[in-house]
């Protein structure tokens, strides 16, 4: 069916556009932009009225983890996609830390297949570097490429051995797709279970230093450096890793980052009740890093943001701090949270940095709405709404923004030409992904 979006602000950093348009789209696809009332060009048309609302390319969050296969009890690739859609993401890429790992051609194609079926947001499979993640013998880049694989990763762990990463690199050279860095030494984390500071120390628990993301993070792009390959660091959280990204930059090296909402907008005294609500990897840092973060996305350091949504169960988070699993869930709050952190960021950086840049470090489809690209769209405004975890269409229930009231959200999600979220309920025909009820 084709469809006019009438009267919204259209923001497009791709084309550098942001003012009053009508978007037609037709099968699929972005027929044109006018600047006259495209409803009287198209009276047959479905009419969206975008009007005191932004219309923008389709957000996607390249780095999430559907836990399936393996952990289907914590999401679903159907369930995820819908949080996403909720949230106002049109596309996600998941990460490999499933069990088993994403790391045959096979389990990529099951992914898809399983995307495919929802018929909500497109997902991204992203295949492990190592076998089993277990940072020894090379995954077959190649095969998980040509099955599907955007991007290679062994997101939720380190490839500890340098002499194995950089083989890696070698040989996976001019395979389409970056790699991405979980930068973590585990023998400075040790069994840490928040950011080592003043905090830590005056509540008596153990805490990782800074060090250990910085360290791994200048090991990376030097690596990237010497083998010249695109390279992505996920979920920056110091100052200093923001100093190292930007002297590698110098340096000719390709290297993109990105950058979580709890990052921007939580510091490590989320721990004064020392629950796991707020226990993450890496860990909520200091203000002093909160700050650089912040800077680093007015500045144009940070390419992107991510969620890193890591939904588990109630039962799981509600474990001793030292039990706990580290993540929660992030699709249906980022939109808001982000807007939060940086209330006066301009609307073209915003944009890009949750659809453009995501879309070109990827190299997958979306990230504009010139005439011809796909018809992947996300609508949002100024409309003030609560945290509600029981609305979550995601599996996970777990987020220190409970109950927080935000400003801004997504208001209709389009992938395809087609609306799969609208105020906040996502179309499915599926009776496991029953809405809780909109968003207020």
Request: glycine share 10%; net charge negative; aromatic share 6%.
């Given at each position: 069916?084709?469809?006019?979006?009438?009267?919204?602000?259209?923001?497009?950093?791709?084309?550098?556009?942001?003012?009053?348009?009508?978007?037609?789209?037709?099968?699929?696809?972005?027929?044109?932009?006018?600047?006259?009332?495209?409803?009287?060009?198209?009276?047959?048309?479905?009419?969206?009225?975008?009007?005191?609302?932004?219309?923008?390319?389709?957000?996607?969050?390249?780095?999430?983890?559907?836990?399936?296969?393996?952990?289907?009890?914590?999401?679903?690739?159907?369930?995820?996609?819908?949080?996403?859609?909720?949230?106002?993401?049109?596309?996600?890429?998941?990460?490999?830390?499933?069990?088993?790992?994403?790391?045959?051609?096979?389990?990529?194609?099951?992914?898809?297949?399983?995307?495919?079926?929802?018929?909500?947001?497109?997902?991204?499979?992203?295949?492990?570097?190592?076998?089993?993640?277990?940072?020894?013998?090379?995954?077959?880049?190649?095969?998980?490429?040509?099955?599907?694989?955007?991007?290679?990763?062994?997101?939720?762990?380190?490839?500890?051995?340098?002499?194995?990463?950089?083989?890696?690199?070698?040989?996976?050279?001019?395979?389409?797709?970056?790699?991405?860095?979980?930068?973590?030494?585990?023998?400075?984390?040790?069994?840490?279970?928040?950011?080592?500071?003043?905090?830590?120390?005056?509540?008596g628990l153990r805490g990782s230093p800074g060090l250990a993301?910085?360290?791994?993070?200048?090991?990376?792009?030097?690596?990237?450096?010497?083998?010249?390959?695109?390279?992505?660091?996920?979920?920056?959280?110091?100052?200093?890793?923001?100093?190292?990204?930007?002297?590698?930059?110098?340096?000719?090296?390709?290297?993109?980052?990105?950058?979580?909402?709890?990052?921007?907008?939580?510091?490590?005294?989320?721990?004064?009740?020392?629950?796991?609500?707020?226990?993450?990897?890496?860990?909520?840092?200091?203000?002093?890093?909160?700050?650089?973060?912040?800077?680093?996305?007015?500045?144009?350091?940070?390419?992107?943001?991510?969620?890193?949504?890591?939904?588990?169960?109630?039962?799981?988070?509600?474990?001793?701090?030292?039990?706990?699993?580290?993540?929660?869930?992030?699709?249906?709050?980022?939109?808001?949270?982000?807007?939060?952190?940086?209330?006066?960021?301009?609307?073209?950086?915003?944009?890009?940095?949750?659809?453009?840049?995501?879309?070109?470090?990827?190299?997958?489809?979306?990230?504009?709405?010139?005439?011809?690209?796909?018809?992947?769209?996300?609508?949002?405004?100024?409309?003030?709404?609560?945290?509600?975890?029981?609305?979550?269409?995601?599996?996970?229930?777990?987020?220190?923004?409970?109950?927080?009231?935000?400003?801004?959200?997504?208001?209709?999600?389009?992938?395809?030409?087609?609306?799969?979220?609208?105020?906040?309920?996502?179309?499915?025909?599926?009776?496991?992904?029953?809405?809780?009820?909109?968003?207020?």
């Amino acid at each position: 069916m084709m469809l006019v979006i009438r009267g919204g602000r259209v923001v497009d950093p791709s084309q550098d556009l942001d003012g009053l348009r009508d978007i037609v789209v037709n099968d699929g696809l972005i027929h044109s932009i006018l600047d006259a009332d495209a409803s009287k060009l198209y009276p047959d048309a479905q009419i969206i009225d975008a009007s005191n609302l932004v219309v923008a390319p389709g957000f996607i969050d390249m780095h999430v983890h559907l836990r399936e296969p393996g952990q289907t009890h914590k999401e679903t690739v159907a369930s995820g996609a819908a949080a996403a859609a909720a949230g106002g993401f049109t596309a996600v890429a998941a990460m490999p830390n499933t069990e088993p790992a994403l790391d045959t051609p096979e389990l990529i194609s099951e992914v898809k297949r399983l995307a495919a079926a929802a018929g909500l947001a497109r997902v991204y499979p992203i295949g492990a570097i190592t076998k089993g993640r277990a940072g020894t013998e090379l995954a077959p880049f190649w095969r998980l490429a040509d099955a599907g694989a955007v991007a290679f990763s062994d997101d939720g762990a380190t490839v500890a051995d340098a002499r194995v990463l950089r083989q890696a690199a070698l040989y996976a050279r001019d395979v389409p797709g970056p790699f991405i860095s979980h930068c973590e030494d585990c023998c400075l984390k040790g069994d840490a279970v928040m950011n080592e500071s003043l905090r830590s120390a005056t509540l008596g628990l153990r805490g990782s230093p800074g060090l250990a993301e910085d360290i791994v993070v200048a090991r990376d792009v030097l690596i990237a450096g010497d083998v010249g390959r695109p390279w992505h660091i996920a979920h920056v959280s110091t100052a200093r890793s923001l100093a190292l990204l930007r002297f590698a930059r110098a340096q000719g090296i390709a290297v993109t980052c990105e950058v979580t909402p709890h990052h921007l907008l939580v510091s490590d005294d989320a721990f004064a009740d020392f629950t796991a609500t707020a226990k993450v990897n890496p860990p909520l840092r200091a203000q002093s890093d909160v700050a650089a973060l912040l800077a680093g996305v007015r500045d144009g350091t940070i390419d992107a943001f991510a969620t890193d949504h890591a939904p588990h169960t109630r039962e799981e988070k509600a474990l001793l701090l030292d039990d706990a699993p580290v993540g929660f869930t992030g699709l249906e709050i980022a939109v808001g949270a982000y807007a939060a952190a940086l209330p006066d960021l301009p609307l073209l950086r915003f944009v890009g940095l949750l659809s453009t840049n995501p879309a070109r470090i990827l190299g997958v489809p979306g990230g504009s709405l010139a005439v011809g690209s796909v018809a992947d769209i996300t609508i949002f405004g100024e409309r003030p709404w609560q945290v509600d975890v029981q609305r979550f269409y995601s599996g996970g229930k777990n987020t220190p923004f409970a109950g927080r009231t935000f400003a801004r959200r997504a208001v209709m999600t389009i992938v395809g030409g087609r609306i799969i979220m609208r105020d906040g309920v996502v179309a499915s025909d599926s009776p496991s992904l029953a809405c809780k009820g909109a968003l207020p």
